[in-house]
T-cell receptor, first 115, second 114 residues
Framework: AQSVTQLGSHVSVSEGALVLLRCNYSSSVPPYLFWYVQYPNQGLQLLLKYTTGATLVKGINGFEAEFKKSETSFHLTKPSAHMSDAAEYFCAVSESGGSNYKLTFGKGTLLTVNP | GAVVSQHPSWVICKSGTSVKIECRSLDFQATTMFWYRQFPKQSLMLMATSNEGSKATYEQGVEKDKFLINHASLTLSTLTVTSAHPEDSSFYIC??????????FGEGSWLTVV
């Protein structure tokens, strides 16, 4: 079984400030980890993913995340927030090597960016 | 353009009627498609996994007879909500697996049952 916990349902930052969205996971096997972004009334867009290899993963729009096995974490960061980053962010996990790649999502974190 | 397209984006139907939502992979063949449901301000809940040419695999608690899934071709999966009721109103999102761990999501479909 696998699960995802996103700490903080709502994060508010100022434009230009650091963005940190927290994600902890639970998985009985080595996980694949994902961050998705959802803009209002739209589907999900993949920001980045970790499967194997380098634990620091860089994604689109300046986001990056680091897989820390010892902490079972995959926090999402961006050095400088932009107004266009305001959206809902979902962390997800799937079992590596799983035959169907089912994703289990966290409850999401709404990011607001203040001018 | 979108890699995975859902249609319709918005639909309103009367209680007791059925409504079909389509999910198409536009430029790749998807052997596996997934259907999710998302309530306002909540996460995505996987409803079922749809494999081309075989029966869908439903998650625990999802009514198979109410949410009919058909994956007739490698580029099309459909979700039919039968005898819809107001509590079925939700945002339905599909995703399609291109290969390996590459999965693309559709834009979602808003269903309102009145």
């Amino acid at each position: 079984a696998q699960s995802v916990t996103q700490l903080g349902s709502h994060v508010s930052v100022s434009e230009g400030a650091l963005v940190l969205l927290r994600c902890n996971y639970s998985s009985s096997v080595p996980p694949y980890l994902f961050w998705y972004v959802q803009y209002p009334n739209q589907g999900l867009q993949l920001l980045l993913k970790y499967t194997t290899g380098a634990t620091l993963v860089k994604g689109i729009n300046g986001f990056e995340a680091e897989f820390k096995k010892s902490e079972t974490s995959f926090h999402l960061t961006k050095p400088s927030a932009h107004m266009s980053d305001a959206a809902e962010y979902f962390c997800a996990v799937s079992e590596s090597g799983g035959s169907n790649y089912k994703l289990t999502f966290g409850k999401g974190t709404l990011l607001t960016v203040n001018p | 353009g979108a890699v995975v397209s859902q249609h319709p984006s918005w639909v309103i139907c009367k209680s007791g009627t059925s409504v079909k939502i389509e999910c198409r992979s536009l430029d790749f063949q998807a052997t596996t498609m997934f259907w999710y449901r998302q309530f306002p301000k909540q996460s995505l809940m996987l409803m079922a996994t749809s494999n081309e040419g075989s029966k869908a695999t439903y998650e625990q608690g999802v009514e198979k007879d109410k949410f009919l899934i058909n994956h007739a071709s490698l580029t099309l999966s459909t979700l039919t909500v039968t005898s819809a009721h107001p509590e079925d109103s939700s945002f339905y999102i599909c995703s399609a697996r291109q290969g390996g761990d590459t999965i693309y999501f559709g834009e979602g479909s808003w269903l309102t049952v009145v």
